[in-house]
């Protein structure tokens, strides 16, 4: 099955500070890559869909600014923080589906933890 | 009214149990239909999919749609400790800016 892989699985970050979250579609080429965000037992939360190669598409209420998005290549998709605070911790999950997948169906991530100080 | 609604929870049952989770929706132009289990601290991961209505089986688990209803099930045989996971249906209307929408998840527990 379709592999994607987040790194790091936690971060842990003083207030005011960037982190950087990848997010790689392992055995296939990933065209549209999703990112989440999931609060303790709640469900996900879409933040942004990105295309290869084109700019995110941002879900109303959240700040493109504070959440970078980059999807450079078929295999690769970035979220950065950008000066964290403590109300930004949480699960960030990303997803993907590509080549080869069938339609909507989305592969995940394990997730990253961010807790800011 | 949500587009998706899922009951939380938590759905306890004993080991052997023949569990049944189900998700409303309102929007008739869904079309495709899926169920995640998502464990503690991880990522979700894909169980079934189903496009338009009817079911599907996959080993212990059975996916059904009644687009009529709309209404979606998945049941799951024999239930297992580790089943226990929050399971979430999602759907969509397909592609060209359609998004996913998720279920808020059914917490399920399976004691041994």
């Known amino acids: 099955g379709a592999v994607v892989s987040q790194h790091p699985s936690w971060v842990i970050c003083k207030s005011g500070t960037s982190v950087k979250i990848e997010c790689r579609s392992l055995?296939?080429?990933?065209?549209?890559m999703f990112w989440y965000r999931q609060f303790p037992k709640q469900s996900l939360m879409l933040m942004a869909t990105?295309?290869?190669?084109?700019?995110?598409?941002?879900e109303q209420g959240v700040e493109k600014d504070k959440f970078l998005i980059n999807h450079a290549s078929l295999t690769l998709s970035t979220l950065t923080v950008t000066s964290a605070h403590p109300e930004d911790s949480s699960f960030y999950i990303c997803?993907?589906?590509?080549?080869?997948?069938?339609?909507?169906?989305?592969?995940f991530g394990p997730g990253t933890r961010l807790t800011v100080l | 009214q949500k587009e998706v609604e899922q009951d939380p929870g938590p759905l306890s049952v004993p080991e052997g149990a023949i569990v049944s989770l189900n998700c409303t929706y309102s929007?008739?132009?869904?079309?495709?239909f899926m169920w995640y289990r998502q464990y503690s601290r991880k990522g979700p991961e894909l169980l079934m999919y189903?496009?338009?209505?009817g079911n599907k089986e996959d080993g212990r688990f059975t996916a059904q749609v009644d687009k009529s209803s709309k209404y979606i099930s998945l049941f799951i045989r024999d239930s297992q400790p580790s089943d226990s996971a929050t399971y979430l249906c999602?759907?969509?209307?397909?592609?060209?800016?359609?998004?996913?929408?998720f279920g808020a998840g059914t917490r399920l527990f399976v004691k041994a």
């Open positions: 990105s295309n290869e190669g084109s700019k995110a598409t941002y």
């Open positions: 055995d296939f080429q990933a065209t549209t």
């Open positions: 189903t496009y338009s209505s």
């Open positions: 929007n008739s132009a869904f079309q495709y």
């Open positions: 997803s993907a589906t590509g080549v080869g997948q069938k339609v909507n169906e989305q592969f």
């Open positions: 999602a759907m969509s209307a397909g592609t060209g800016g359609f998004k996913t929408i």
